[in-house]
């Protein structure tokens, strides 16, 4: 959707402390006139790792530039940054990261995350953008464990000027979801994000909870949810991936929004995603203001990373 898109200058400004230290390390291998050989490779082996792209990742991206040097692709240490980055932009073929909207009634968005990911502020920014865009947007409190999460929610819901469905301290979950989804259908309401409660990913109980208040929405509204988003926090590097995984089992998945992607040198991490879950990254989240959301465009990520 055009109303998520940013320039790809703003996109290198917000990549800035990844960019500076993926820069930093590459510059200190790649130097000018130097050969390559299996010592070069070895340490960028260990930059890319130290970069949060991931063993499994940079174990695949090595082997691939073994090959282009031996099949004479490429000869000198300047042709490997383009080499990489080509590369890397190939792992995102042509697909839809847009959102997925409902041919009729109103468009179901769960989203889940682990507390602390930022994920009642990433819903905040998804429901502002979708408001700016004249959708009539509805959110819902389904985290009923902390009296906290239902006022942040309600605090961002005034002041974007949206609607909100909510239940008391302490009621089920699913409960709410059930209320939601018949005030979405009866107030004609255009998108509905479900904000559910930040559940420990290892905790059994809290997770089956959550494919409850899942099982709900798609009972009251057909084809729902269109989406299954989780926030991630980039700053936890890989273990990001880890709570991706066994969510993924829990809800089925749709697509990943990746907050804090502006205070993070770890955004290599968005290639592991990629390449180990092929879970699309659908948004990310570049600053603490409403409006710091972009769709993830994999060509002006990558360019503004290795830029």
Request: with cysteine.
């Amino acid at each position: 959707m055009g109303i998520f898109t940013k320039t790809a200058g703003y996109l290198r400004e917000r990549l800035g402390k990844t960019r500076d230290k993926i820069s930093t390390s590459l510059s200190s291998v790649l130097t000018l006139g130097r050969n390559i050989d299996e010592a070069l490779l070895d340490e960028l082996e260990e930059t890319l790792i130290s970069d949060d792209i991931g063993i499994e990742t940079t174990d695949k991206l090595i082997s691939s530039l073994r090959e282009a040097y031996r099949s004479r692709q490429i000869g000198t240490t300047d042709e490997i940054l383009p080499f990489l980055k080509d590369h890397i932009k190939s792992y995102w073929p042509d697909r839809d990261r847009q959102l997925h909207l409902a041919q009729t009634g109103p468009t179901v968005i769960l989203v889940a995350g682990v507390n602390g990911t930022g994920k009642t502020t990433s819903i905040a920014k998804l429901a502002y953008i979708l408001s700016r865009d004249n959708k009539n947007v509805i959110v819902a409190a389904c985290d009923t464990f902390r009296a906290a999460a239902i006022e942040q929610l309600t605090i961002w819901a005034e002041r974007i000027g949206v609607q909100i469905v909510k239940h008391q301290i302490g009621s089920d979950p699913a409960a709410v979801a059930f209320d939601a989804c018949e005030a979405a259908v009866a107030r004609n309401a255009d998108v509905l994000i479900l904000d559910t409660a930040g559940r420990l990913h290892t905790k059994k109980d809290l997770m089956q909870q959550l494919t409850k208040i899942r099982d709900v929405v798609a009972r009251k509204i057909v084809d729902a949810p269109n989406e299954v988003l989780l926030v991630l926090d980039a700053t936890t590097g890989q273990n990001a991936i880890a709570q991706a995984k066994i969510f993924g089992e829990a809800i089925n998945l749709t697509g990943i929004f990746l907050a804090k992607l502006d205070g993070t040198a770890r955004g290599g991490i968005v290639i592991a995603i990629k390449d180990q879950l092929d879970i699309p990254v659908k948004f990310v989240g570049l600053g603490e203001k409403l409006q710091d959301i972009a769709e993830f465009d994999p060509d002006k990520f990558v360019e503004a990373l290795f830029s």
